[in-house]
Structure formats: structure tokens, C-alpha cells
């Protein structure tokens, strides 16, 4: 836990340069697609969030000043699977929002939405020295969570304090310079494959860049997709993405559960390619100009030209309905969809008061998702797309962007995480040695 | 979303070309690129052109051609000195030492040299030098010689200053002036002038003034007799033997020193002959006394 909070500080301190420098890379490493999107801050804006934020939550902070997106090459389920094919992607992503930029770029936020995410809740207690909650009592009661045993390999990439309770007073954001004998705080930690990380990370320095900042991109996409309401009150945001989909579930204001699902859109245009016979890349222009989910009657009499490209092109002048191609699309989309149901259920998502769903994604862009999404996972469901941001291009305004668009917004306004604060643990050992140095150097 | 086709053309950036756009992306390099390597190429190129000799050559010699060539303009041209004041053999002597053929070019000249070269002529007291159109006039003081002073093998003209006014071989044409002799007898010419001026009715027979140790004066008259001058005031001490002289007719009785460097008073030193005949009478007038 140390060592994790001491390379998350490590991380934040580059976060700090790279604001104060004004120029920031966000990366969004997706199986389908590439996405880097480059932020210019404005320095006169203040960045920390420990001493206060603007009304608009800093998002007036920043402007995007250049985007690029290229095919993801060598990322299979949202994990990096061949370091070289990904970082070329990366370069190739990089260099054009570069070159849209005019500026070079040192420092990139990235997020990651497979390495099997894996939520757990903690919880911390500790008793008041002095009667009130001072800033180091939060400290001290995060350091006193028992952190559970994540498994060999797991890395916990978010530790967000959810709740903090007060004697019996529950439901505080923020109980310093209260009253009380007990603080106890709720934690929500997220872990992800260690390997997958370090992946990423090899092939962002093989880049020339720096990771200044890492997310879950199912955290990330809930920030942009969701609203203030659905944040506030409970709600699940579902992003289909091309290799993953990921689910993650909000409740006052705070991520309390995230999870992926290894399955998305690529699986679709695979059976699509296997069940017409037609090559990977006619099953994708398929599905994105005639796919859909839910058939009528006219579709019956739609018919698409498959074309496929055997060579023969004479002979081989195929005719499907749109209905062949709903029926090939539609039973993979619901077992998505059920396996996400499985996933919410699990995390108890019909307990919350609140239980607005909102897709986001690539994939949320089939025809018909939405009433087929709202038989399955329930009455409450929207599609979403991500907040407005300043500067976004048009074409990267839809719901493929939710992630990049999160990943944005967190870093011109981070949540507050448990290294955030000062732990006791971390900080004790050091400081008596340094006094004493300081001691000696004052003196000889 | 197409998926990779076998033998589809590799369009990501190279490592190599990512990292020159991003080094041509950071402002500092791309200034650098863009004026300082230009820039640093011409002066490369002039710097090897200009190191070679035969360049430096050529360049200094059409620097010098230009140069000559304005010089040689009939507008800058002197035609003749001009010497004002002074005698005509000081004329010739200044012309003698400033060796200048005419015409010559104004831009050449360098008045203030010529001004010290012609000063440090012994009979110039004052130089002005001025050009004036084409000619180059040369307005000069004498120094009036008003003392000779003779040394071991030559005689010095001095000014009232005491500073050399000219060397002459003989004596003859300068006569009139009073002749002082001795160690830097000349830097004494002041007090020289002033103890001539208070000789009075010595004044015709005054021979030399004399320096004596460079400090005091002998002065030397007709019939080798000398005043012997003391360090401290000489004059109001020749003035004292002028009254004696004067009220007494001192030194034409036959005294051979008359010397004043005892303040109290004045002491005589008689000749041989005058000596024996102050005994003889002294003898005489014993005789009497006792007979």
C-alpha cells in the first residue's frame, strides 16, 4: 500500500506539472479505436481541487486543441496484447492531434478499459484525539481501512473515499472541522491487472511521453455520460466499446462500483462476418450503415447488398434482409447486454434509490438499442452522450468519445482519492530522519 | 472500422519521424532550425571565404587603393609651408626639422606631431600650426637669447627662462650678452638676469657670473677679482658691495676676493703686493711709536 501511494503521489505531482505547463495529452487506448485528445490550460484558473474549485467544476479550465483517432492495432479486450502494433497506433494518434495542435506534448493522462476491473468497499474507524475532525483525521481513518486481499498481480489504479460517517451521523462529503468522538469513512477500491498497466505504460515511454495520470475508463465514462441527477441519485453507465464493455454504477456523486465486460462490438461484426460470409471489414460497414436490433416488417423487405469481396465479382452479388442481418446482430447484443444485467445485479444495483442507466459507446449507437437495453436492464434507460467540452470537434462529440471526454474532464478536475491526503503510515517514518538531517545541516 | 488487411500499406508514423515532428514541434528547436542553422551556414560560408589569403589580400589592397585614391584628391593638396615670425636662419631651421616634399595631401598630415616636431626646435618657443587652403601655415615665437653659457667644449644661448634658445661654436656676434658659466647655470638664469640688473656701476666690469656648486653665484670682474655671492639672498649681498664700493671705492683698491658668504660682514682677501705693503707700514709706524 506504501509503495502504491507513493507512485500515486509520483503520478499526481506529474499531473501538477503538466497543468502548470498548460499542455496535457489524453489517451484513450480502446480496442476499436485510438483516441488522443490535447488539452491547453489556462494557468490563471485554479487547478487544485483541495483549495477550491471554480462553479463550473474547472471545466472552463481548459480547451481541447487538437484530436486525432486512428484504428487500434495490437488491443484485444481493452489490454494491450502486442506492445509494438500498439505503440505505433499511439504515435500515429499522437502525432496528428500534435500536428493539430501545433505543440508537442510531454505528458498524457491514459485510461484502460479491460484488465478485468474488480470493485471492493472498505472501511475505516478510527476515534477523534480532540473532539473534531481535523485534516489529518482523514488521513489517519484512510490509512486505518483494512484493505482486503486483491490477489497476486492487481494494482489499485482508484481509492476514492465515498462516504464518511460521524458517531452516528452518515452521508458526510466532507466532516472536517466537525464534531464527534468516531469518524469512519466508506471506500470504494478499484483494481485492475498489473501487467496491463505496465503494458500500457511501456508502450506510452516507448513513445516519448509520460503518464501523468491513469483511470479506469469505466469511471471515466460515467463522469461525461451521466448527469448531475443520475450521479447524485444512482445510476449505471454502460459503454459498449469495440473489444470490452464496461459498467460502473454512481451514487452521490462517487463511483461506488466498476466492472467490464469482455465482450462489444467487435464480437458483433464477428458474427456478422462468420454467419454472412463476408470478409471483417464488409461485416463492420454493414453493421454500422444497416445494423440494428429490432426488426419490423418492413425490414423483411430491405434489402442489403453484401457484395462481399471474394474477387468474383460477377457472380458474387449476394442479397441479404435487414432482418437476416438484425438476427445475426440482436441475440449477441442481448447476451451483452445480459451478461451486464448479471453485473449490475451482482452489485446490488436494484437496491439504490435511483436506477437510471444510461449507454454510452460506440455500440450504443445501434438502431433500437435503447427499447431492446430497457427490456432487459429495466424501464430507466437513455442513451448518453458525453458533456460538451470546449474546443471538441464535431466529430468527436458522440458517444465513442465518452471516455475521452471523461478523462478530460477528470484531469481538469480530479475527485479526491485516497493519496490525496496525508497518511500517517507514509509520511511517518521519513520525517524524524529528515528533522534530523536538517539538524545536522543546520549545525556542521 | 476496417480490420487489418494483410499487406495493407504501414501508414503509422516511424519512430524516427515521430521524434523529428515532435522536436520540430517544441519552439526553442524550431527557432533554432529556422534562423540559427541558416544563419550559422553564412557565416560558415563568409568565414571560409574571407580566411583565405589571397582575399585578405586583395581586400586590404582595394581598401588601400580607395583610400589613396581620395587622398590623392587636388582638393586635399598642400602646396607650400608657410613660416611666420622669426628670423629667416630660424626659418631654414624649422624647415629642416619637419622634412616634408610638397605638394602633399592634407588627409596625411598630422598636425599635432608637426606641432611637437617644430616646438622641439631650441630657438622656437611657440608653435601654431593651421592649414589654410592649400597651404600650410607655421606661425612661430622666437626665444630671445639673453644669457651665453659656456660649457667644457661649446657655448649655450639661454633665454630669460633659463631653456636653451641655440648652440653656437664661438662667441663672436654675441657679445653684448653677460656669459655665465658652471654646473646648470642655466636654470639660475632668472636670478642671473636680476643680479646683473643690480650690479649698477659694476656693471661694465662684470666678466662672468659663475655657479658655484649649483647653488650660489661668483661674480667674476675685469682684473680677476670676484665677488663671492652667498646661497641666500645674492642680490640685497651684491647690493651691499655696490654701496661699499660706491662710498668707499672698495674694488678699485687692490683687493682680489671680496666675500659675502659670512652674512655678519664682508670679508676682503688683498693681493700678494698689498699684503707686504700693509707689513712694511705697519713696521713703520711700529718704529715710530717706540723712538
Same mark, same amino acid.
Given at each position: 500500500?506504501?509503495?502504491?501511494?507513493?507512485?500515486q503521489?509520483?503520478?499526481?505531482?506529474?499531473?501538477r506539472?503538466?497543468?502548470?505547463r498548460g499542455?496535457?495529452?489524453?489517451?484513450?487506448?480502446?480496442?476499436?479505436?485510438?483516441?488522443?485528445?490535447?488539452?491547453?490550460?489556462?494557468?490563471?484558473v485554479?487547478?487544485?481541487?483541495?483549495?477550491?474549485?471554480?462553479?463550473?467544476?474547472? =471545466?472552463?479550465?481548459?480547451?481541447v486543441?487538437?484530436?486525432?483517432?486512428?484504428?487500434?492495432?495490437?488491443?484485444?479486450?481493452?489490454?494491450?496484447s502486442?506492445?509494438? @502494433?500498439?505503440e505505433?497506433a499511439?504515435r500515429?494518434?499522437?502525432q496528428?492531434?500534435?500536428k493539430?495542435?501545433?505543440?508537442?506534448?510531454?505528458?498524457?493522462?491514459?485510461?484502460?478499459?479491460?484488465?478485468?476491473?474488480r470493485?471492493?468497499?472498505?472501511?475505516? %474507524?478510527?476515534?477523534?484525539e480532540?473532539?473534531?475532525?481535523?485534516?489529518y &483525521?482523514i488521513?489517519?481513518?484512510?490509512? @486505518?481501512?483494512?484493505?482486503?486481499?486483491?490477489g497476486?498481480?492487481?494494482?489499485?489504479?482508484?481509492?476514492m473515499?465515498?462516504?464518511?460517517?460521524?458517531?452516528h451521523r452518515t452521508?458526510?462529503? %466532507?466532516p472536517?472541522?466537525?464534531?464527534g468522538?468516531?469518524?469512519?469513512?466508506?471506500?470504494?477500491?478499484?483494481t485492475?491487472?498489473?501487467?496491463?498497466?505496465e503494458?500500457l505504460?511501456k508502450c506510452?515511454?516507448?513513445?516519448?511521453?509520460?503518464?501523468?495520470?491513469?483511470?479506469?475508463?469505466a469511471y471515466?465514462?460515467?463522469?461525461?455520460?451521466?448527469v448531475?441527477?443520475?450521479q447524485?441519485?444512482?445510476?449505471?453507465?454502460?459503454?459498449?466499446?469495440?473489444?470490452?464493455?464496461?459498467?460502473s454504477i454512481f451514487?452521490k456523486? =462517487?463511483?461506488?462500483?466498476?466492472?467490464?465486460?469482455?465482450?462489444?462490438?467487435?464480437?458483433?461484426t464477428?458474427d456478422i462476418?462468420?454467419g454472412?460470409?463476408?470478409?471483417?471489414?464488409?461485416a463492420?460497414?454493414?453493421?454500422?450503415?444497416?445494423g440494428?436490433?429490432?426488426?419490423?416488417?418492413?425490414?423483411?423487405r430491405?434489402?442489403i447488398?453484401?457484395?462481399g469481396?471474394?474477387?468474383?465479382?460477377?457472380?458474387?452479388?449476394?442479397?441479404?434482409?435487414?432482418?437476416d442481418?438484425?438476427?445475426?446482430?440482436?441475440?449477441?447484443? @442481448?447476451?451483452?447486454l445480459?451478461e451486464?444485467?448479471a453485473r449490475?445485479?451482482g452489485a446490488?444495483f436494484? =437496491?439504490?434509490?435511483?436506477?437510471?442507466?444510461?449507454?454510452?459507446?460506440?455500440?450504443?449507437q445501434i438502431?433500437?438499442?435503447?427499447?431492446?437495453?430497457?427490456?432487459i436492464?429495466?424501464q430507466?434507460?437513455r442513451?448518453?452522450?458525453?458533456?460538451?467540452?470546449?474546443?471538441?470537434p464535431?466529430?468527436?462529440?458522440?458517444?465513442?468519445?465518452?471516455?475521452?471526454?471523461?478523462l478530460?474532464?477528470n484531469?481538469? =478536475?480530479?475527485q479526491?482519492?485516497?493519496? &490525496?491526503?496525508?497518511l500517517?503510515?507514509?509520511?511517518g517514518?521519513?520525517?524524524?530522519?529528515?528533522?534530523?538531517?536538517?539538524?545536522?545541516?543546520d549545525?556542521? | 472500422m476496417?480490420a487489418?488487411?494483410?499487406?495493407?500499406?504501414?501508414?503509422?508514423p516511424?519512430?524516427?519521424q515521430?521524434?523529428w515532428?515532435?522536436?520540430?514541434?517544441?519552439?526553442?528547436?524550431?527557432s533554432?532550425?529556422r534562423?540559427?542553422?541558416?544563419?550559422?551556414?553564412v557565416?560558415?560560408?563568409a568565414?571560409? #571565404?574571407?580566411?583565405?589569403a589571397?582575399?585578405q589580400?586583395?581586400?586590404?589592397?582595394?581598401v588601400?587603393?580607395?583610400?589613396?585614391?581620395? +587622398?590623392?584628391?587636388?582638393?586635399?593638396?598642400?602646396?607650400?609651408?608657410?613660416?611666420?615670425?622669426?628670423?629667416?636662419a630660424?626659418?631654414?631651421?624649422v624647415r629642416e626639422a619637419?622634412p616634408?616634399?610638397?605638394?602633399?595631401?592634407?588627409?596625411?598630415l598630422? *598636425?599635432? $606631431?608637426l606641432?611637437?616636431?617644430?616646438?622641439?626646435v631650441?630657438?622656437?618657443?611657440?608653435?601654431?600650426? $593651421?592649414l589654410r587652403g592649400?597651404?600650410?601655415e607655421v606661425?612661430?615665437?622666437?626665444?630671445?637669447?639673453?644669457l651665453?653659457?659656456?660649457?667644457a667644449?661649446?657655448?649655450?644661448?639661454?633665454?630669460?627662462?633659463g631653456?636653451?634658445?641655440?648652440?653656437?661654436?664661438?662667441?663672436?656676434?654675441? #657679445?653684448h650678452?653677460?656669459?655665465i658659466?658652471?654646473t646648470s647655470?642655466?636654470?639660475?638664469?632668472? +636670478?642671473?638676469?636680476?643680479?646683473?640688473?643690480a650690479?649698477?656701476?659694476?656693471?661694465g666690469?662684470?666678466?662672468?657670473?659663475?655657479?658655484?656648486?649649483?647653488?650660489?653665484?661668483?661674480?667674476?670682474?675685469d682684473?680677476?677679482?670676484?665677488?663671492? *655671492?652667498?646661497?641666500?639672498?645674492p642680490?640685497?649681498?651684491?647690493?651691499?658691495?655696490?654701496?661699499l #664700493?660706491s662710498?668707499?671705492?672698495?674694488?678699485?683698491?687692490?683687493?682680489?676676493?671680496?666675500?659675502?658668504?659670512d652674512?655678519?660682514?664682508?670679508?676682503?682677501? *688683498?693681493?700678494?703686493?698689498?699684503?707686504e705693503?700693509?707689513?712694511? *707700514?705697519?713696521?713703520?709706524a711700529?718704529? +715710530?711709536?717706540e723712538?
Amino acid at each position: 500500500m506504501t509503495q502504491l501511494y507513493e507512485t500515486q503521489r509520483a503520478m499526481r505531482a506529474r499531473r501538477r506539472a503538466a497543468l502548470q505547463r498548460g499542455v496535457v495529452a489524453i489517451l484513450d487506448v480502446g480496442s476499436a479505436k485510438i483516441a488522443c485528445m490535447i488539452l491547453a490550460f489556462d494557468s490563471s484558473v485554479q487547478m487544485n481541487a483541495q483549495e477550491g474549485v471554480s462553479a463550473m467544476a474547472n =471545466h472552463n479550465a481548459f480547451r481541447v486543441i487538437g484530436v486525432a483517432t486512428t484504428r487500434s492495432r495490437g488491443v484485444r479486450f481493452g489490454e494491450v496484447s502486442t506492445i509494438e @502494433e500498439t505503440e505505433r497506433a499511439i504515435r500515429t494518434a499522437v502525432q496528428a492531434a500534435q500536428k493539430m495542435a501545433g505543440t508537442r506534448v510531454d505528458h498524457v493522462i491514459a485510461c484502460l478499459s479491460g484488465a478485468e476491473p474488480r470493485s471492493y468497499g472498505v472501511s475505516g %474507524d478510527v476515534a477523534l484525539e480532540n473532539g473534531s475532525v481535523m485534516e489529518y &483525521d482523514i488521513g489517519r481513518v484512510l490509512a @486505518e481501512c483494512d484493505v482486503p486481499d486483491t490477489g497476486f498481480g492487481r494494482q489499485v489504479v482508484h481509492a476514492m473515499p465515498v462516504n464518511f460517517a460521524l458517531d452516528h451521523r452518515t452521508g458526510l462529503s %466532507d466532516p472536517r472541522g466537525q464534531i464527534g468522538n468516531r469518524l469512519s469513512v466508506d471506500m470504494h477500491l478499484l483494481t485492475i491487472d498489473t501487467h496491463a498497466v505496465e503494458h500500457l505504460l511501456k508502450c506510452i515511454k516507448r513513445c516519448d511521453l509520460e503518464l501523468a495520470g491513469f483511470a479506469s475508463s469505466a469511471y471515466v465514462s460515467g463522469i461525461s455520460a451521466l448527469v448531475e441527477d443520475e450521479q447524485e441519485l444512482g445510476g449505471a453507465c454502460i459503454d459498449l466499446g469495440g473489444g470490452a464493455t464496461t459498467v460502473s454504477i454512481f451514487l452521490k456523486k =462517487h463511483m461506488i462500483f466498476a466492472d467490464s465486460v469482455r465482450m462489444g462490438g467487435d464480437l458483433v461484426t464477428s458474427d456478422i462476418s462468420q454467419g454472412l460470409q463476408v470478409s471483417a471489414a464488409v461485416a463492420e460497414r454493414i453493421k454500422t450503415f444497416h445494423g440494428g436490433v429490432m426488426a419490423t416488417g418492413m425490414d423483411d423487405r430491405d434489402m442489403i447488398e453484401i457484395g462481399g469481396e471474394t474477387g468474383d465479382f460477377d457472380r458474387d452479388r449476394r442479397k441479404i434482409s435487414r432482418s437476416d442481418l438484425i438476427g445475426v446482430m440482436r441475440p449477441r447484443v @442481448e447476451e451483452i447486454l445480459e451478461e451486464v444485467r448479471a453485473r449490475l445485479d451482482g452489485a446490488g444495483f436494484n =437496491h439504490l434509490p435511483g436506477q437510471r442507466i444510461v449507454l454510452t459507446g460506440g455500440g450504443s449507437q445501434i438502431p433500437g438499442l435503447e427499447g431492446l437495453a430497457s427490456r432487459i436492464l429495466g424501464q430507466q434507460v437513455r442513451l448518453g452522450r458525453p458533456l460538451r467540452i470546449q474546443g471538441l470537434p464535431q466529430a468527436a462529440t458522440g458517444p465513442a468519445f465518452a471516455a475521452s471526454v471523461g478523462l478530460a474532464l477528470n484531469a481538469a =478536475h480530479p475527485q479526491d482519492e485516497c493519496w &490525496d491526503f496525508n497518511l500517517p503510515v507514509a509520511g511517518g517514518a521519513r520525517q524524524p530522519l529528515r528533522r534530523a538531517m536538517q539538524w545536522f545541516r543546520d549545525n556542521w | 472500422m476496417s480490420a487489418v488487411e494483410p499487406g495493407s500499406r504501414e501508414y503509422s508514423p516511424s519512430r524516427m519521424q515521430y521524434r523529428w515532428e515532435r522536436i520540430w514541434l517544441t519552439p526553442l528547436y524550431r527557432s533554432l532550425i529556422r534562423t540559427g542553422v541558416p544563419v550559422a551556414l553564412v557565416a560558415m560560408m563568409a568565414v571560409g #571565404h574571407f580566411s583565405k589569403a589571397e582575399t585578405q589580400a586583395q581586400l586590404a589592397m582595394s581598401v588601400a587603393n580607395a583610400r589613396s585614391m581620395v +587622398e590623392n584628391r587636388p582638393e586635399f593638396a598642400v602646396e607650400l609651408m608657410q613660416i611666420k615670425g622669426g628670423s629667416e636662419a630660424l626659418a631654414q631651421e624649422v624647415r629642416e626639422a619637419v622634412p616634408l616634399t610638397f605638394p602633399q595631401s592634407s588627409l596625411r598630415l598630422d *598636425l599635432a $606631431a608637426l606641432k611637437a616636431d617644430i616646438e622641439r626646435v631650441d630657438a622656437v618657443a611657440r608653435a601654431d600650426v $593651421a592649414l589654410r587652403g592649400s597651404v600650410l601655415e607655421v606661425r612661430i615665437q622666437e626665444r630671445l637669447p639673453v644669457l651665453i653659457w659656456r660649457g667644457a667644449d661649446h657655448l649655450e644661448l639661454v633665454d630669460a627662462t633659463g631653456a636653451r634658445a641655440g648652440v653656437v661654436a664661438v662667441r663672436d656676434g654675441f #657679445h653684448h650678452l653677460p656669459l655665465i658659466m658652471g654646473t646648470s647655470a642655466q636654470a639660475a638664469a632668472p +636670478e642671473a638676469l636680476s643680479l646683473i640688473a643690480a650690479a649698477g656701476p659694476l656693471r661694465g666690469r662684470i666678466r662672468a657670473l659663475r655657479r658655484m656648486g649649483q647653488r650660489r653665484w661668483d661674480l667674476v670682474l675685469d682684473r680677476e677679482q670676484v665677488i663671492k *655671492l652667498p646661497v641666500e639672498a645674492p642680490v640685497t649681498a651684491l647690493e651691499r658691495v655696490v654701496a661699499l #664700493h660706491s662710498a668707499r671705492d672698495v674694488l678699485g683698491r687692490d683687493v682680489t676676493v671680496v666675500d659675502l658668504r659670512d652674512g655678519r660682514r664682508p670679508v676682503l682677501r *688683498l693681493s700678494r703686493a698689498a699684503v707686504e705693503e700693509l707689513h712694511r *707700514l705697519r713696521a713703520i709706524a711700529d718704529e +715710530e711709536e717706540e723712538g
